[in-house]
Antibody, heavy 124, light 110 residues
Framework: QVQLQESGPGLVKPSQTLSLTCTVS??????????WSWIRQPAGKGLEWIGR???????NYNPSLKSRVSISADTSKNQFSLKLSSVTAADTAVYYC????????????????WGPGTLVTVSS | QTVVTQEPSFSVSPGGTVTLTCGLS?????????PSWYQQTPGQAPRTLIY???TRSSGVPDRFSGSILGNKAALTITGAQADDESDYYC??????????FGGGTKLSVL
């Protein structure tokens, strides 16, 4: 089972860009399905899928965030990253990185491995 | 954008049975959405309970089961225990690489 760990600033000013990195250990991000996701959760609220990267370079984003989100990967460091631009207080949340899915035979198992999450607060 | 709907809250008595549902604001949930269910306790990352409609994840007790009921995905807990008191989330695959989580159900066991 791979382990994931989020890292990055815990405080970001409004209108700036939030940047987080997820480091994967216990396996290569080039193994398995090769899809990796970011998910967030504001305090007291539900989970919101932000987007994912496929290591071929393709990405998919939540339509509601698409204009502000960019996800990239660095296979040499076994990491993938999130950038969210023009942040506001509404972007304050715990941000999780996760393996997007793995196949168990013909069955699809989404988000089978998660990082512990990191709180990002948007405030001046 | 399609909204995935869940009951905001539910309560069940210890030993009782409860069914939580996961629907769509427009249309019916089917197996092609690969519905999956997660349990989350405060301060923790979600834990997978059920994937691809009805397959229990490793280590999940058999009192948790998944199904399609009518036009929704369903999570049934049979013989609820105190430590089942948690938030439960479903997620659906919408195609084109897009996942959507439901708003979550806060389950009380009392």
């Amino acid at each position: 089972q791979v382990q994931l760990q989020e890292s990055g600033p815990g405080l970001v000013k409004p209108s700036q860009t939030l940047s987080l990195t997820c480091t994967v250990s216990g396996g290569s991000i080039t193994g398995g399905s090769q899809y990796w996701s970011w998910i967030r959760q504001p305090a007291g609220k539900g989970l919101e899928w932000i987007g994912r990267i496929y290591l071929s370079g393709s990405t998919n984003y939540n339509p509601s965030l698409k204009s502000r989100v960019s996800i990239s990967a660095d296979t040499s460091k076994n990491q993938f990253s999130l950038k969210l631009s023009s942040v506001t207080a509404a972007d304050t949340a715990v941000y999780y990185c996760a393996r997007d899915h793995k196949w168990v035979g013909e069955l699809l198992l989404p988000f089978d491995s998660w990082g512990p999450g990191t709180l990002v607060t948007v405030s001046s | 954008q399609t909204v995935v709907t869940q009951e905001p809250s539910f309560s069940v008595s210890p030993g009782g049975t409860v069914t939580l549902t996961c629907g769509l604001s427009s249309g019916s949930v089917s197996t092609t959405y690969y519905p999956s269910w997660y349990q989350q306790t405060p301060g923790q990352a979600p834990r997978t309970l059920i994937y691809s409609t009805n397959t229990r994840s490793s280590g999940v007790p058999d009192r948790f089961s998944g199904s399609i009921l009518g036009n929704k995905a369903a999570l049934t807990i049979t013989g609820a225990q105190a430590d089942d008191e948690s938030d439960y989330y479903c997620v659906l695959y919408m195609g084109s690489g897009i996942w959507v989580f439901g708003g979550g159900t806060k389950l009380s066991v009392l």
